[in-house]
């Protein structure tokens, strides 16, 4: 059944921004070869690679929640909230952040990729090889590949904290969020101006500097000693620490929130901490982690570190099911096939090749060999960072001069390497360093070559 099954095709507009989108829908069940449940980041790299693999007209179906064919995500948290020469759709759907065509909703019809928008999936049935959408359509599939990402943990809906289900609080994953936290910078400027962000990790930090650069007063909350703990040592947290600080911002380490005060209306209005004080706000924004969303195949496919287990072909327990993404629990090679997963955008581009390819070239055989990588871009810093932050680091280069970095020894080994404000051959080599993990000379020769221990390699 290499067709597209007994389906009649409609053209649907849908208004999006200041552009119409045509997006495909069928109106019958439906059976398709590929289905890609999740319409993110993830499955536009997917759609990519069944085209490039000779997916004929009609073979590929993906399913979104969203009015949007799939996107660029990291935008949202960047160039999205920025107050000037702010990024809009169309201009960052996949594949752009790749190097990629950018894949507008005309690409899709062109390609014969019945990419299907506002298609909520509510359930998967394994064993029937069924997916079933809220409004009631059923798609049969041969080989389904999950792409349905992770969403923002609610402090109510998970957490059931006091006034957080007031209005002023905004969380960020899609464009619909982040229009929403546009219109809450505007009403916050038009009120007392004062933001609070709460946590102090990837998401928060970059809308803490994009509220910043919309000229509110910002304070960071978190529980932690220090920013992005998780990520970096003590060091490398201060000097942004600092320079936030710099900008204006303030941080309130090692704070726990109590409730969220309420005026009238029901707008959060203040937030208060276990220690008594309490932050007049005029909007909040929550970056607070993710939850793998997996519940539609709990009980039907094994499940490890959070997310659906996968093998080295990103197939999961059920041979006809695929993850990729977010979700995707998959054994890392560089760390002896310890299963994890890793919630960043170039995994979920890759993963989506890999699993693409491993459906379309089972003989492959190909294991996933991901190698950890994290950046940010705020304000005009710009850092990355490869590899594993486990064990002893060695500092090196000038922060004053917002050039340096670190390097992370473990066994004797350098098994990780960080950088900020380096060049595009700067980021290559330490990227290099991190995949090669070449023996480790003494802490203060690596101090004293810095840079160059990695150009050198």
């Known amino acids: 059944t290499h067709g597209r099954g007994h389906t009649r095709r409609t ?18 069940a439906s059976s398709y070869p590929y289905v890609v449940v999740g319409g993110g ?7 990519k690679a069944f085209v490039e693999a000779g997916a004929t007209d009609g073979q590929v179906c993906v399913l ?10 990291p935008a949202l948290s960047k ?69 349905t990402g992770a969403r923002p943990t609610d402090l109510y809906k998970d957490f059931k904290m006091e006034g ?3 209005t002023g609080i905004y969380y960020l994953r899609d464009v619909a969020d982040a229009d929403q936290i546009v219109q809450g910078i505007q009403t916050a400027k038009q009120g007392g101006g004062k933001a609070v962000v709460i946590g102090g990790g990837y998401i928060g930090l970059e809308c803490a500097a994009a509220l910043c650069l919309n000229g509110l007063d910002v304070t960071v909350i978190f529980p932690e000693d220090y920013i992005m703990q998780r990520i970096f040592p003590k060091e490398i947290s201060e000097f942004y620490e600092k320079y936030y600080e710099s900008k204006g911002v303030k941080f309130l380490k090692g704070r ?14 203040k937030v208060n901490l276990k220690d008594g004080m309490e932050l007049p706000c005029d909007m909040v924004v929550a970056g607070v982690g993710a939850r793998p969303n997996v519940e539609m195949l709990q009980g039907q496919v094994e499940m490890e570190a959070g997310g659906i287990k996968v093998n080295g072909q990103m197939q999961s327990s059920d041979p006809n099911i695929f993850a990729i993404g977010d979700i ?13 997963r890793s919630e960043h955008v170039v995994n979920a581009r890759l993963t989506a090749a890999h699993a693409v390819k491993s459906i379309m070239e089972p003989e492959a055989k190909t294991e996933y060999d991901y190698l950890p990588y994290f950046y940010s871009r705020v304000f005009d810093l710009s850092w990355q960072l490869y590899g594993v932050n486990e064990g002893d680091h060695v500092m090196f280069g ?14 004797g080994k350098v098994v990780g390497a960080f950088m900020e404000g380096g060049s595009a051959e700067d980021f290559e080599n330490i990227k290099k360093v991190a995949k090669a993990r070449p023996a480790a000379p003494s802490k203060e020769d690596l101090q004293s070559m810095g840079p160059d221990f990695a150009s050198k390699l």
């Open 256 to 269: 726990v929130i109590s409730l969220f005060s309420c005026n009238e209306s029901g707008k959060i209005c």
């Open 64 to 73: 979104g929640d969203e009015p949007y064919v799939s996107y660029e995500r």
């Open 41 to 47: 980041n993830a499955a536009g790299y997917a759609a």
């Open 328 to 340: 995707a629990a998959f054994p890392l090679l560089c760390e002896g096939g310890k299963v994890q």
């Open 79 to 147: 160039a999205y909230l920025f107050p000037e020469k702010p990024a809009r759709l169309p201009g960052f759907h996949t594949c752009v952040g790749g190097g990629g065509e950018r894949q507008e909703p005309e690409w899709y019809a062109q390609k014969g990729v019945d990419f299907r928008t506002r298609a909520r999936v509510v359930r998967v049935d394994a064993k029937a090889k069924e997916v079933h959408t809220a409004a009631g359509d059923v798609v049969k599939y041969e080989k389904l590949v999950m792409a």
């Open 398 to 411: 000038t922060p004053e001069e917002k050039k340096f970095g670190a390097y992370w020894i473990r066994d």
């Open 164 to 166: 957080a289900d007031g």
């Open 11 to 28: 053209c649907v507009v849908l208004q999006a921004h200041e552009r119409e989108q045509e997006v495909l829908h069928d109106d019958d």
